[in-house]
Structures are given as C-alpha cells and as structure tokens.
C-alpha cells in the first residue's frame, strides 16, 4: 500500500500517476515479501522539494529523506532507494536450494 502526502506541493492528477508509476516495480517485489507500506511526503521549502519516504515490511522498517530541485529529482533518489532496500530484503528470505 503507498500513501502520498502532498503537503504544500501542487500536484497534478497526472504527477500523481507518474509516482505511482514508478513505485511500481517495488511496489510488487514488496507485496512478494508481505506486509509491505510505504508513505511518502512532500515539502516545499524554498525553491527546492524536500521528499520523505517511511515504511516497513514483513523484514523490517526504512525511511529515506531526499532533496531536490524539483520532486522528480527527489523522487528518483527515494525510488532508487526504495528499491534498494526491498529487493535486499527480498534477498536476505531466499534460502539456497540444496541440490
């Protein structure tokens, strides 16, 4: 499940689209592990965005704080992040096969 909390930052239903989109590919691997939420927040200060991303699944919990420009360039490196981590978690539960 992914929550957004657009906070000061005016998106579009269209932006909104494109986030989702790319949470997508973790999106999945995280529902293979179970138990998987993710809650990201914006927050304009300045003229820079500042993204946030908490959660947890059935291995553990992370969170991730990124800054950017724009919240593309935010949400890229929170993606990245993201990813990163579910898919170690994905890893860490496989136990080898003994042939």
Same mark, same amino acid.
């Given at each position: 499940? @992914?929550? @957004? ?7 579009? $239903?269209?932006?909104?689209?494109? !986030? ?5 590919? *973790? ?8 138990? +998987? !939420? @993710? ?13 946030? *991303? ?7 919990? +992370?969170? +991730?704080?990124? %800054? ?11 993606? %990245?992040? &993201? +990813?990163?981590? &579910?898919?170690?978690?994905? @890893?860490?539960? &496989?136990? $080898?096969?003994? *042939?």
């Amino acid at each position: 499940m @992914i929550t @957004i909390d657009a906070g000061n930052v005016l998106l579009k $239903p269209t932006q909104k689209k494109q !986030m989702l989109a790319r949470l997508k590919r *973790a999106l999945r691997l995280g529902d293979r592990i179970g138990n +998987f !939420m @993710i809650k990201i927040s914006l927050r304009r200060t300045g003229k820079h965005v500042e993204v946030t *991303a908490t959660g947890q699944d059935r291995l553990g919990q +992370f969170a +991730f704080r990124n %800054r950017g420009k724009t919240w593309m360039d935010a949400l890229h490196a929170i993606v %990245r992040d &993201v +990813f990163r981590t &579910v898919h170690s978690h994905a @890893i860490g539960r &496989v136990t $080898p096969a003994i *042939a």
